[in-house]
Structures are given as C-alpha cells and as structure tokens.
Nanobody
Framework: QVQLVESGGGLVQPGGSLRLSCAAS????????MGWFRQAPGKERMFVAA????????VSSDSVTGRFTISRDSAKNTVYLQMNSLKPEDTAVYYC??????????????????WGQGTQVTVSS
C-alpha cells in the first residue's frame, strides 16, 4: 500500500549536518505513522525517531535527542530527518519506515510494515 524511497545520505565530516528525505506514495499516507531506523555493519537495526501522522507527536532515541529532528510534510508525502552535530558513530544505513496510524509510536522495527531501501550516511574525516 505504501512505497518509501529515502534520499539525502552521503559523506560528511564530524560535526556536519545532513537532511534525509523519505518520499512516500500511497493513497492514505497522511494516516500513517513514520519512523527512521539505522543499521551499522554487524549491528541490529535500531530505532532513531518516529512521528505520528498528524506531526504533533515525536519520539527519538537517547543517542540522537538534541541533534536529530524528525518532521513531515503531509502535503508532499515526505518525512525528513534533520541530522546535526554528526558523529562517527552515526554512520549507518538509514531506513524510512511506516505503519498504520495508532496510539503508540513503537521503537521496534517489527512494528512497522513498510520499509524503504535505505540511504548510506557516513561520518568521517
């Protein structure tokens, strides 16, 4: 029902910034909660941030709070992840995910039914 395509990844120096975008296609996109996850080599896919369909509720992992901001533009069917003060440990493939709108913004990957292909973010000198 929903197709997701991430973009905006790349190579950035420590302390730099990137903004990731997730373009979605689907008739009921505005009723979907959205999340960002990341996966580094040899590690499990981990929660980064999530936002409800209306954009009024957000949650983020402790490791990115204060540095990353999730937002969405329902009119454009797009979700963003603004990443500031990037650190080498932020290096990972970043995935956009979607689920049907609900009362919760879960942190487990298995709670999201739709996934993009991922975009690589590398933080290095």
């Amino acid at each position: 029902q929903v197709q997701l395509v991430e973009s905006g990844g790349g190579l950035v120096q420590p302390g730099g910034s990137l903004r990731l975008s997730c373009a979605a296609s689907g008739r009921t996109f505005s009723t979907y909660d959205m999340g960002w996850f990341r996966q580094a080599p040899g590690k499990e896919r981990m929660f980064v941030a999530a936002i409800n369909w209306g954009g009024g509720r957000k949650v983020s992992s402790d490791s990115v709070t204060g540095r990353f901001t999730i937002s969405r533009d329902s009119a454009k069917n797009t979700v963003y992840l603004q990443m500031n003060s990037l650190k080498p440990e932020d290096t990972a493939v970043y995935y956009c995910a979607a689920k049907q709108a609900g009362a919760r913004l879960p942190r487990l990957p298995g709670e999201y039914g739709y996934w993009g292909q991922g975009t690589q973010v590398t933080v290095s000198s």
